[in-house]
């Protein structure tokens, strides 16, 4: 039988505490190694997640349609990089190496999102991409502003901030096409049909086979389970499309008086799982191209390496001897 030190004890009611208290575990506080990794696990989904979905967006960078359409554009897809780069550095404060997640990433060991599999056909994918996945990114991140470990929920709140940028930026995008010629009208329409469902799948599997859910919310990472934020992304975008003078591609929905919910009709979670397995439409092309922006940047790495080094070393020729080398 293995016996637990009692300072051992002591530290998990102070973890215990402040978890209860609503107060934030911060990088130097103990905390139990499940929770860490559990940390590590969604932070390095999450931060993998924006850096991939860059890519179906700037696929069309060169190809938006005037000067403002691709400024927005660059501007955004730039903003994914940074999301992943706060990420990044929130799991590195719980020593995971941001080295060691891409290699993680490139070898298959840790996922992305599954929406990042998905084809961008036409400009207006751009357009349901900023409303639909934006809006679903943000429906389940401004929880995460509240989660328990802090520099994940500090780095949400500027990533929420610049999503709902990014979200209204989509809607104003399908909202002028929706208001255009006929054929502007039925492309805004075909994204939305396209994008629907991988949206709502962003939320993770239904509640009864979500393996880290209750986990989670325990320690408050997780504050609403995959159910309620999905639901709350349909209440939500209903209306919405019903201002854009779009429909959602979903026969069952009907608002439900006594739920006070819109219901909605079942989710092809065979194809979430083909997705999450590599079988997506665009799951090896997203990783290959990934992989060849890594091997592409090596240069990089080793030129930031070596100036960083003889900054040291300059440095510590200058302490030696009050003198600088070139
Ligand atoms: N895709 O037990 P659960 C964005 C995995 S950012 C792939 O329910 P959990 C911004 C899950 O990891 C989008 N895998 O898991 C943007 C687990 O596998 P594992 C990313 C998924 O963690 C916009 C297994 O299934 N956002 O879009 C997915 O409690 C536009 C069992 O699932 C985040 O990552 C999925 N959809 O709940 C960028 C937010 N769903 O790890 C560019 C933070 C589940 O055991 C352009 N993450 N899995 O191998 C979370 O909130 C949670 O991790 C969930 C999943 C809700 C995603």
Sequence with gaps: MTTIAPEETAREAVFDATVAADERIEPRDWMPDAYRSSLVRQIAQHAHSEIIGMQPEANWITRAPSLRRKAILMAKVQDEAGHGLYLYSAAETLGAGRDELLDKLHSGRQKYSSIFNYPTLTWADVGAIGWLVDGAAITNQVPLCRCSYGPYARAMIRVCKEESFHQRQGYELLLTLSRGTDAQHAMAQDAVNRWWWPSLMMFGPPDDESAHSAQSMAWKIKRHSNDE??????????????????????????????????????????????????????????????????????????????????????????????????
């Design 229 to 326: 934020l999905r639901q709350r992304f349909v209440d939500i975008c209903v209306p919405q499309a019903e201002a854009l003078g779009l429909t959602l591609p979903d026969p069952d929905l009907r608002w439900n008086e006594e739920r006070g919910h819109w219901d909605f009709g079942p989710i092809d979670w065979a194809e979430f799982r083909e997705v999450l397995k590599g079988n997506g439409p665009c799951n090896e092309e997203r990783i290959g191209r990934r992989r060849r922006a890594h091997e592409e940047g090596a240069w990089v790495r080793e030129a930031a390496a070596a100036h960083a080094a003889r900054k040291a070393r300059n440095a510590a020729r200058t302490a030696g001897t009050g003198e600088a080398t070139r």
